[in-house]
C-alpha cells in the first residue's frame, strides 16, 4: 500500500464512499506499523461535487481531456506567436470544447446519482478554462484526482498541493515502473518475433526461388537428353544408311569388274573369230 495507490482509488469512488474508505485504508496502514502513511492519507480531503465530477471525466473520457489539454497548448502557443487569425479560430473551439465537455462531466455525474446544479456545472466550466490557460491547471485536471474546482488565476508547485491529493503522484492509469518494463519487455518480444516472421518469410521465399530454379533446371536437363536421344538416333540412323550405301558400292564395283571382265572376253573372243576367219578366205 502506497499514497499513490489510495489516493487513486479513494478519488475514484462515488463521494458517500470516500470518508469510510480513507479511514478504513488508514487504519490498514497504522496497523501495518506505517504511522506516516496512515497520516498521510488521513489527511486526503473528500473532494467537492465539481472537483469529483472532473475526477470521474478524466478517468472515463480521458481522450476528451486529453483533446481539451492539446487544444490548450495551442491555444498558449498561438498567444506566444500573436496570431490573431488562429487565436480567433482557436477561441471558437475553445468554447464549443469546454461547454462539450462540461456537459459530459455533468452527465456522468447524474448517471450516478448526483445532480449537477448550474453552480456547480460553472465551477466544472471555470476548472476546465484554468486547464486550458495554464500548464500547471491542466496537469492537475489530467491527475483524476481534483479535491476542489480551479480558476484560471496562474498556478505554482504549492498551490498544487492545496487542489490534488498526492500531486506527486502519477495520474490513474498512467503505467508504473514495473509497467514500463514490461510494456518494453513485450514490445522487445513482438520485435523480435517480428524478425522471426520476417526471416522464415524471406526463407520461405528464397526455399520457393530455389525450388523454381531446380524444376527449371531439372526441365532443361531432361530438354537436352531428349534432344541428344533424338541426335544419337540420328546419327544412328545415318550410320546405318552409309552401311548399306557402302554394301551397295561394294556390290556395284564387284558387278563392273565382272562386267569388265565379260567385255574383255568377248573382245578377245570376237578377234580370235576375225583371225580365224582371215586365215580361212586365205586357203
Do not use: C, N
Not at 478519488?11 to 458517500?16: A, I, K, Q, T, V
Not at 498512467?174 to 513482438?190: H, I
Amino acid at each position: 500500500m502506497d499514497l499513490a495507490a489510495v489516493a487513486d482509488e479513494l478519488y475514484g469512488l462515488d463521494p458517500s464512499a470516500f470518508t469510510t474508505t480513507r479511514d478504513a485504508r488508514a487504519r490498514e496502514a497504522r496497523a501495518a506499523g506505517d504511522r506516516e502513511l496512515a497520516e498521510a492519507i488521513k489527511a486526503l480531503r473528500r473532494p467537492s461535487l465539481a472537483a469529483w465530477a472532473l475526477d470521474l471525466l478524466a478517468r472515463e473520457r480521458r481522450e476528451e481531456v486529453d483533446r481539451l489539454l492539446a487544444l490548450g497548448a495551442q491555444l498558449r502557443e498561438a498567444q506566444q506567436s500573436l496570431s490573431g487569425d488562429a487565436l480567433r479560430a482557436l477561441g471558437r473551439q475553445r468554447h464549443q470544447v469546454v461547454a462539450g465537455i462540461a456537459a459530459q462531466a455533468r452527465r456522468l455525474a447524474a448517471d450516478r446519482g448526483h445532480d449537477v446544479s448550474d453552480a456547480v456545472a460553472r465551477e466544472v466550466e471555470d476548472t476546465l478554462e484554468a486547464a486550458l490557460a495554464d500548464p500547471a491547471a491542466a496537469e492537475a485536471l489530467g491527475t483524476g484526482r481534483l479535491v476542489r474546482p480551479m480558476e484560471h488565476r496562474g498556478f505554482g508547485g504549492d498551490d498544487l498541493a492545496g487542489v490534488v491529493a498526492a500531486p506527486d503522484a502519477p495520474p490513474p492509469g498512467a503505467p508504473s515502473r514495473q509497467d514500463e518494463v514490461e510494456a518494453a519487455e513485450e514490445e522487445a518480444a513482438a520485435e523480435a518475433t517480428r524478425r522471426r516472421r520476417e526471416e522464415a518469410e524471406a526463407a520461405a521465399r528464397a526455399a520457393a526461388a530455389a525450388e523454381q530454379e531446380r524444376r527449371a533446371a531439372a526441365e532443361r536437363a531432361s530438354a537436352a537428353r531428349r534432344h541428344r536421344q533424338a541426335a544419337a538416333d540420328a546419327v544412328a540412323d545415318l550410320e546405318q544408311r552409309l552401311e548399306v550405301a557402302r554394301r551397295d558400292l561394294d556390290g556395284a564395283e564387284t558387278a563392273v569388274r565382272h562386267a569388265t571382265q565379260a567385255a574383255d572376253d568377248a573382245a578377245r573372243a570376237a578377234r580370235e573369230a576375225r583371225a580365224a576367219a582371215e586365215d580361212l578366205a586365205e586357203r
